[in-house]
């Protein structure tokens, strides 16, 4: 059984600063992955999808990279803003069912 | 253009009542989905519909019902609810099963 991991849960980093968000996966049997992020009491917005084949994507001030043989992937945000505070969510794609396994997510604030 | 929508936006019910959750898109993606989110548990599949015509069971499809007569339109049928029930629910779209996902803005349910 698929499992996604996503660490740390929370973070707290003052504005301008680079991060790094985490996400490992049990089975790198993926067809994509999937970064999204969610404001508090809101849906989710689709970030970067990487297929299987791809090593990152980006788009504007984040980067998504995927290493499926050792099932990780990570998030690189540059220069964080007050605006980036949200819980961010990865999700794999292994293609069963046409199900996204999600991840528990990080919750990000970002600090004037 | 509106992408997805949910209705309602949230509703309280009472055990052992019936409710449907509507979901209508406009961006004529093939897939469409239905998923909870529970705090601590993320994000679970409950049905899917690779197609117009045809449904499937997610990982957690008891105690729900769907169907999919139209392209634009995936209900959701909780035929007796029941207090575990209590979640937010996301419908969501793909132009193909193994395509980014897209989410509406979501229903928070109580059940009492």
């Known amino acids: 059984k698929q499992e996604v991991t996503q660490i740390p849960a929370a973070l707290s980093v003052p504005e301008g600063e680079n991060l790094v968000l985490n996400c490992s996966f049990t089975?790198?049997?993926?067809?994509?992955l999937q970064w999204f992020r969610q404001d508090p009491g809101k849906g989710l917005t689709s970030l970067l999808l990487?297929?299987?084949?791809?090593r990152e994507q980006t788009s504007g001030r984040l980067n998504a990279s995927l290493d499926k043989s050792s099932g990780r992937s990570t998030l690189y945000i540059a220069a964080s803003q007050p605006g980036d505070s949200a819980t961010y969510l990865c999700a794999v794609n292994t293609g069963t069912a046409s199900k996204l396994t999600f991840g528990t997510g990080t919750r990000l604030q970002v600090t004037l | 253009t509106a992408g997805i929508t949910q209705a309602p936006t949230s509703q309280i019910l009472a055990a052992g009542r019936s409710m449907t959750l509507r979901c209508t898109q406009d961006?004529?993606?093939?897939?469409m989905y239905w998923y909870r989110q529970d705090l601590g548990l993320g994000l679970r599949l409950i049905h899917y519909?690779?197609?117009?015509?045809?449904?499937g069971k997610g990982e957690v499809p008891d105690g729900y019902s769907v169907s999919r007569a139209n392209t634009d339109d995936f209900p959701l049928t909780l035929a007796s609810a029941v207090p575990s029930q209590t979640s937010v629910y996301f419908c969501?779209?793909?132009?193909?099963?193994?395509?980014?996902?897209?989410f509406g803005p979501g229903t928070r349910l109580t059940v009492l």
């Open positions: 969501a779209t793909s132009s193909g099963g193994l395509g980014e996902q897209f």
């Open positions: 961006m004529r993606h093939n897939a």
């Open positions: 519909s690779n197609t117009a015509g045809t449904t």
């Open positions: 089975d790198s049997a993926i067809y994509n």
């Open positions: 990487i297929q299987s084949s791809q």
